[in-house]
């Protein structure tokens, strides 16, 4: 058994097979994956990994397999998938996860050829557990994966609470015990037992309080939109392939872009938060409905028309940044009402509410130098058909911006 000090939930025992895969290199790669990417550029003391979140979600499992009376084997099972859920996951988490998929078909979850191979494959051999049904669990399949992979999971449990802690911002305090406390299968659904509407509602506030001021924070949205212009210059302009990215953590890209010459002043940007601005910060509303509903290939062909048209020489200069559709997964988590299984969208009318923000938070973005940002807004505006008083720019004059819109 080894035990943990951990900030969040105080010493963490570790035992059994969890205990074991703890000291492979793939879980180690873990130590250097930062949890929430560049949203360390906005709030500095938020440097913890992907580590520290997998020590949590294991805890929180452990905890939750205690409550529902799951042991032995099946107990295993769900601990190993709860120490390895994360370690598919790319330098800087999600950031550049779009574009790597793109280039090889593969989200974060998909972890079976690293279970299969190498020392993580052979501690779970030892231990009498098939790394592929492991793997299986990571990505959401059978009775039993909800815990570490669903809408009412512990990873999602323990993420929430670990970056308000890091962060210091309040909206993410959720009552980990109580959830954990409260879960309990009805037939092969994972709910929460009867009279916690309010308890599923608390997890839902909780994302969608930390989604503007953390997840979407618009340096953290620029930021990262930087990096996947970064990460796909070194694609195009080097022998590195995704695959090989996949598997660096976020030391090894960052000395990839600094040493690859088409890549090398934008990582000097990022480095040194000389970060491009704000052209347009477009509402949900003002941007039309082909813009919404353009695919990676239109929003690249929007992005050169309104370099073109603003006359800036370098059209990588100009990052076109459209957000998905607002969607809320937690409004589909399972709660208990008279005896009932309902979705908690059916049940609380906190979620009609809490749509209405997402989409009123939602912003379409438009980042370049500051010196541009005044021509390639008024582009824009041009090209896709924005109203120029709708619109919001990070330079002092021409558009106009309220002292909240600057840093």
């Not at 929460?192 to 599923?200: P, R």
């Not at 930087?226 to 796909?232: C, D, E, G, K, N």
Request: with cysteine; proline share 3%.
């Amino acid at each position: 058994m080894v035990t943990i000090k951990d900030s969040v939930h105080d010493h963490i025992r570790i035992e059994g097979v969890a205990a074991d895969l703890l000291d492979t290199p793939t879980v180690q790669r873990l130590r250097r994956v930062s949890q929430l990417g560049t949203v360390q550029l906005v709030y500095p003391s938020a440097n913890h990994t992907r580590f520290e979140h997998s020590l949590g979600v294991y805890h929180l499992a452990s905890r939750a397999l205690d409550q529902l009376g799951i042991d032995g084997f099946q107990a295993d099972r769900i601990e190993a998938a709860a120490i390895l859920h994360d370690v598919g996951h790319a330098p800087f988490s999600h950031n550049v996860e779009s574009l790597l998929y793109r280039q090889t078909g593969k989200f974060h979850d998909d972890v079976e050829e690293l279970l299969v191979e190498g020392a993580v494959g052979d501690v779970l051999r030892d231990h009498d557990l098939d790394p592929s049904h492991i793997a299986g669990l990571v990505a959401g399949e059978g009775r039993y994966s909800g815990l570490v992979s669903g809408e009412l999971d512990v990873d999602r449990m323990d993420y929430l609470v670990r970056d308000a802690h890091h962060t210091g911002v309040p909206y993410g305090t959720i009552d980990t015990g109580r959830l954990v406390r409260e879960l309990t299968f009805v037939e092969d659904t994972l709910v929460l037992d009867e009279g916690n509407v309010q308890t599923a509602e608390s997890l839902l506030l909780a994302r969608a309080l930390m989604n503007p001021v953390v997840y979407t924070h618009h340096v953290a949205r620029i930021s990262k939109a930087m990096l996947r212009r970064a990460t796909q210059r070194l694609l195009d302009g080097s022998d590195v392939t995704a695959e090989e990215i996949r598997r660096m953590d976020d030391h090894d890209l960052v000395a990839a872009l600094r040493t690859t010459e088409g890549t090398r002043a934008l990582a000097r940007r990022i480095d040194e938060r000389d970060l491009y601005k704000r052209a347009v910060w477009a509402e949900y509303e003002d941007v039309p409905e082909a813009v919404h509903d353009a695919d990676h290939e239109r929003v690249r062909e929007l992005q050169h028309e309104i370099a073109a048209t603003a006359g800036v020489e370098r059209d990588s200069d100009v990052i076109l940044d459209v957000p998905p559709d607002p969607s809320m997964r937690e409004s589909t988590s399972r709660v208990t009402v008279n005896g009932e299984i309902r979705r908690l969208e059916e049940q609380s009318p906190l979620v009609s509410a809490l749509r209405t923000a997402q989409r009123n938070q939602w912003r379409l973005g438009v980042y370049c130098p500051e010196p541009l940002t005044d021509r390639v807004g008024r582009a824009t505006a041009d090209v896709l058909g924005l109203e120029v008083d709708s619109l919001v720019s990070d330079v002092r004059h021409g558009m106009t911006a309220t002292l909240d819109d600057f840093e």
